[in-house]
């Protein structure tokens, strides 16, 4: 069965280094997503993306992030400049259609930790 | 705005008990309601859904009705085992341009005993 998948599983960083977490979408799904949860806390939408450009983006996803579709099979999550803060498990997801219905895959999650 | 409410955890019950998670919502349009799961070590997996009132999302013995007069969607089972011990997380989804986006609840942490 397709999955999506997320590259690294854990990141370790120093505050202020950038970071890249990559995600493969599922390959005939044409709508992505970020997500993430911080320890303890809710999952908590960041940004989706569709025909090339975001389509949505939360008041957390500030300038400091950032999303690219560099391929046509990866999508990637850039965070800038880490703060302590941006600790968190971040999810991809993807969907064949954008509809409120739609189902999205979930990965298995980057986690990342900022020291 | 939307948002989504859990009843708090965790929840231990012993093999073949019954369970009920309760989940409400608050939402401005029309959503559509999720039942995701978290297994150990994974992401998270859709469980069931429904799209729209009186709709009852149903997979793996699990079972949850859209109420929009309660503006509720319980998640319930007959007869739970050890390996439905996970992470539940209800959800909503509405439509925002080209996509949709999810809001969570909080998630709910189900442990059985054999």
């Known amino acids: 069965e397709p999955e999506v998948t997320q590259t690294p599983s854990h990141q370790v960083t120093q505050m202020g280094q950038e970071v890249i977490l990559r995600c493969v979408p599922i390959?005939?799904?044409?709508?992505f997503y970020w997500y993430r949860q911080i320890l303890g806390q809710k999952v908590e939408f960041l940004v989706s993306?569709?025909?090339?450009?975001?389509?949505?983006k939360s008041e957390i996803f500030d300038d400091q992030f950032s999303v690219e579709r560099p391929d046509g099979s990866n999508f990637t999550l850039k965070i800038r400049s880490t703060k302590l803060e941006d600790s968190a498990m971040y999810f991809c997801a993807s969907s064949e259609y954008g509809g409120t219905g739609e189902t999205q895959y979930f990965g298995p999650g980057t986690r990342l930790l900022v020291l | 705005g939307n948002s989504v409410t859990q009843m708090e955890g965790p929840v231990t019950l012993s093999e073949e008990a019954f369970l009920t998670i309760n989940c409400t919502y608050t939402a401005t349009g029309y959503p559509s309601l999720f039942w995701y799961v978290q297994y150990p070590g994974e992401g998270l997996q859709l469980l069931l859904k429904a799209t729209k009132a009186d709709d009852k999302g149903s997979n793996k013995g699990f079972e949850a009705t859209y109420r929009k007069e309660t503006t509720s969607f319980h998640l319930e089972k007959g007869s739970v085992q050890v390996s439905d011990s996970a992470v539940y997380f209800c959800?909503?989804?509405?439509?925002?341009?080209?996509?949709?986006?999810?809001?969570f609840g909080k998630g709910i942490t189900l442990s059985v005993r054999p």
């Open positions: 959800a909503l989804s509405d439509r925002t341009g080209a996509n949709s986006k999810l809001t």
């Open positions: 993306f569709y025909n090339n450009e975001i389509s949505e």
């Open positions: 390959s005939n799904h044409l709508y």
